[in-house]
């Protein structure tokens, strides 16, 4: 048999406070919890071994909230004490302490979000690691780095971390994006039995607003291309990596940054995508030659100039060199009237949209483009020809 009971010791000192804590009793044997809750004792009935908030209370707002730590943390302690009554083994009053002690540590919110990045990390997955530091970076802000249990997650914290994020400017997606990482976190540690389901995330917008169509036309794609930056080297870089990405199929910056020279083989790039893992081959052109050779021989193990030196953290070198891309196309954006802001990014959606504007079936867009999620696409793509997506890209460069 095993009770838990709420007590409160009184401070020594007149009008200081005293401190509550918890007493597990299990086959007659007693343990305390310790609590940083601290009450005034005109804030405690002895009777009812509970918190009663009197009109003289110094402070009613702080009591009603250490009631309700209290009310979370005889939750936990119950649920620890079901979940070593279910492993059926003889256990103690202070593996009862000892599980809570652990369980405060490890299932705050901040503490389970590094562990789960770490976790990612190990398993390489930089970029989703990256996503979920990102929110936890967030979730920070928003607490002013207070951390909290996870099961403490409910409805009210998620809209008011909503609403924090549309004071800070936040666009409808971003949101979104950061509340899906905080609701998978939390749906790993439902999987994990860690907590109770508490459906925190029923009133908080999860969805994806279609974001402003960022396809440039041919015409503009042209102009960057003539653009003369033969005395501003930077942006010279910034619109060759745009055209190369272009020229490349849409390719993204991670998988250009990653491009080995072994590669690149009998006229052809053959690499996987980091996102999907789908192989892709391209045929390597005169045209992406021509950009390579305006640029030192990388002495690297490289393919393209951004990564140029073997380094130890590769990986922050190339996000160093988006940055600076795209922060060099948002000029170029300026220079040539653009109302919408320039990014490689933009690169993948002008080869799409051009692409189709050529008459280019969607079938072979996808395929050109690495897509693999919609089932009816890949049956669709099952039989097709590299030869034809070739022909396509040689005809969407030649355009240039």
Not at 36 to 52: A, G, P, V
Not at 126 to 134: F, H, K, M, Q, V
Request: proline share 2%.
């Amino acid at each position: 048999m095993t009770s838990v009971k709420v007590k409160f010791r009184p401070s020594s000192l007149v009008d200081r406070k005293g401190t509550v804590y918890y007493q597990v009793i299990h086959d007659r044997k007693s343990r305390q919890i310790l609590t940083d809750y601290h009450l005034f004792s005109t804030e405690w009935d002895n009777i009812r071994s509970s918190m009663f908030i009197s009109r003289n209370s110094r402070c009613g707002s702080m009591v009603g909230s250490i009631g309700y730590r209290i009310h979370m943390d005889l939750d936990r302690i119950r649920r620890i004490i079901s979940h070593l009554d279910k492993k059926k083994f003889v256990f103690t009053a202070e593996d009862i302490v000892k599980a809570y002690r652990r369980y405060s540590t490890e299932y705050t919110l901040f503490n389970f979000m590094e562990n789960t990045i770490g976790r990612l990390r190990d398993n390489g997955k930089i970029r989703t690691s990256e996503t979920y530091l990102a929110t936890l970076n967030s979730i920070k802000a928003f607490r002013r780095n207070e951390d909290i249990m996870i099961d403490s997650i409910d409805s009210n914290l998620m809209e008011a971390y909503e609403a924090w994020n549309k004071s800070k400017g936040n666009s409808p997606n971003t949101i979104s994006f950061y509340n899906r990482i905080i609701r998978a976190v939390y749906n790993r540690a439902l999987e994990n039995d860690i907590i109770e389901n508490r459906n925190p995330f029923r009133h908080i917008y999860t969805g994806v607003d279609k974001t402003v169509k960022r396809a440039l036309p041919l015409s503009v794609v042209r102009k960057i291309k003539a653009l003369d930056l033969s005395l501003r080297p930077a942006l010279d870089y910034a619109r060759d990596m745009f055209i190369l990405s272009f020229m490349l199929r849409g390719m993204s910056l991670v998988d250009m940054a990653y491009l080995r020279k072994s590669d690149l083989s009998d006229g052809y790039v053959s690499y996987r995508r980091r996102k999907t893992g789908q192989k892709l081959v391209i045929e390597w052109t005169k045209e992406m030659q021509q950009i390579i050779d305006k640029y030192p021989e990388n002495t690297s193990q490289y393919l393209l100039p951004i990564i140029m030196k073997s380094v130890e953290n590769d990986r922050r070198v190339y996000k160093n060199a988006g940055d600076r891309i795209n922060h060099n196309l948002k000029k170029i954006a300026g220079i040539i009237g653009l109302p919408s802001p320039l990014s490689l990014y933009v690169a993948r959606h002008s080869w799409a949209s051009i692409a189709k504007s050529e008459g280019v079936p969607v079938s072979i867009i996808s395929e050109g483009m690495g897509h693999d999620s919609e089932m009816t696409t890949n049956i669709y793509l099952a039989s097709l020809s590299t030869d034809r997506i070739d022909e396509v890209n040689s005809m969407l460069i030649g355009l240039l």
